[in-house]
């Protein structure tokens, strides 16, 4: 089994920066791949960022350039830096975490709301 648990959501202004915290627990390896989504009111839920375990990266396009993730293996930990905070960035924000012998299960964590005024 695998937790996750999210931090650092919060309230911003537009251009501002926030920083989110994502804790694993349990049978997880600084290997696995772990994902940052998110999800807007009315909107589906959308992949934001990942990082796999050799710390390569990648981003949805509405995000390049503004934010990005990174990992402490030692403390299991996944950090989504974003900056230049944008309206439209206003979500809740969920850590996804892969495991398992061919990463077929997932836990996820139960959120953290961001929300960016104008």
């Known amino acids: 089994q695998v937790h996750v648990v999210e931090s650092g959501g919060g309230l911003v202004q537009a251009g501002g920066s926030l920083r989110l915290s994502c804790t694993a627990s349990?049978?997880?390896?600084?290997?696995?791949?772990m994902y940052w989504y998110r999800q807007a009111p009315g909107k589906q839920l959308e992949l934001v960022a990942v990082?796999?375990?050799?710390?390569?990266?990648g981003y949805a396009d509405s995000v390049k350039g503004r934010f990005t993730i990174s990992r402490d293996n030692a403390d299991l930990t996944v950090y989504l830096q974003m900056n230049s905070l944008k309206p439209e960035d206003t979500a809740v924000y969920y850590c996804?975490?892969?495991?398992?012998?061919?990463?077929?299960?997932?836990?996820w964590g139960p959120g953290t709301q961001v929300t960016v005024s104008s």
């Open positions: 990082i796999d375990g050799d710390g390569s990266t």
């Open positions: 349990g049978s997880i390896f600084s290997f696995n791949p």
């Open positions: 996804n975490a892969r495991w398992g012998d061919n990463y077929q299960f997932e836990s």
